[in-house]
């Protein structure tokens, strides 16, 4: 990754939106300003491993004692991904007392690949929630 920054950030890119092309040159060249600095390419592996790692020991821990989120939660999932019973939303109900979500059209990159489906959840959301 330190080797070639910009190419891997772009290969990573364009395996994540379903599509690339909806990335604008102002976001990509954000990202690669961002991706091409040592210590934000360090946080994002060590985000990485904790989420393999000591992130999976705390779940356990946290289900055990039966501790859950007491905020509400919602969830955004690329449409398509998940066509069994199990979907983002139902997972995440066990882990939050006030969920709610749907699936949206595109990749990883909802915000640049889908803006108004985006803000079409977000905004009712947080205005219900704001009070």
Do not use: N
Not at 3 to 9: A, N, R, T, V
Not at 18 to 36: I, M, N, Q, T
Not at 57 to 69: K, Q
Not at 71 to 91: A, D, K, N, S
């Amino acid at each position: 990754m330190s080797g070639d920054p910009d190419y891997f950030l772009d290969w990573t890119l364009r395996k994540m939106a379903k599509d690339p092309g909806c990335l604008s040159e102002e976001a990509l060249a954000a990202y690669r300003a961002a991706f091409r600095r040592p210590e934000v390419r360090h946080a994002m592996m060590q985000d990485y491993r904790a989420g393999a790692t000591v992130d999976h020991e705390h779940d356990l821990a946290d289900r055990a004692a039966g501790r859950v989120l007491d905020c509400p939660v919602l969830v955004l999932w690329e449409q398509g991904r998940f066509e069994g019973p199990e979907t983002p939303l139902t997972i995440w109900q066990d882990w939050a007392t006030q969920v709610e979500g749907r699936a949206i059209p595109g990749g990883h990159l909802q915000p640049e690949e889908q803006p108004d489906a985006v803000l079409d959840a977000v905004g009712p959301f947080l205005a219900q929630h704001l009070s």
